[in-house]
Nanobody, 121 residues
Framework: QVQLVESGGGLVQAGGSLRLSCAAS????????MGWFCQAPGKEREFVAA????????LYGDSVKGRFTISRDNAKNTMYLQMNSLKPEDTAVYYC??????????????WGQGTQVTVSS
């Protein structure tokens, strides 16, 4: 199994920045991609960004394009989310996720505990 632990959340003013980290441990050798999702109170969990573990290719949700950047360190089994130009509507719990398998269709099957991001107006 794989364990995912997020860190780096906190309180920031609108327009500010945060950098989230997600460290993976356990049986990580089959990791295909990792990503970030967010969930605000009363809302469904939404896709933020994802990165292919092999070649570093990325995808972003429409609401964060141009503001957030996802990256990874393969040697450390760690993923990052650089969050710039933060808005109050970005306030949510941010979850790290991983897909372990051998193809692009591998589902998200591991999740972290979440880290709170609060953006004040």
């Amino acid at each position: 199994q794989v364990q995912l632990v997020e860190s780096g959340g906190g309180l920031v003013q609108a327009g500010g920045s945060l950098r989230l980290s997600c460290a993976a441990s356990g049986r990580t050798w089959r990791t295909y991609r990792m990503g970030w999702f967010c969930q605000a109170p009363g809302k469904e969990r939404e896709f933020v960004a994802a990165i292919n573990w092999s070649d570093g290719s990325t995808l972003y949700g429409d609401s964060v394009k141009g503001r957030f950047t996802i990256s990874r360190d393969n040697a450390k089994n760690t993923m990052y989310l650089q969050m710039n130009s933060l808005k109050p509507e970005d306030t949510a719990v941010y979850y790290c996720a991983a897909a372990l398998g051998g193809s692009s269709s591998t589902p998200w099957n591991y999740w972290g505990q979440g880290t709170q991001v609060t953006v004040s107006s």
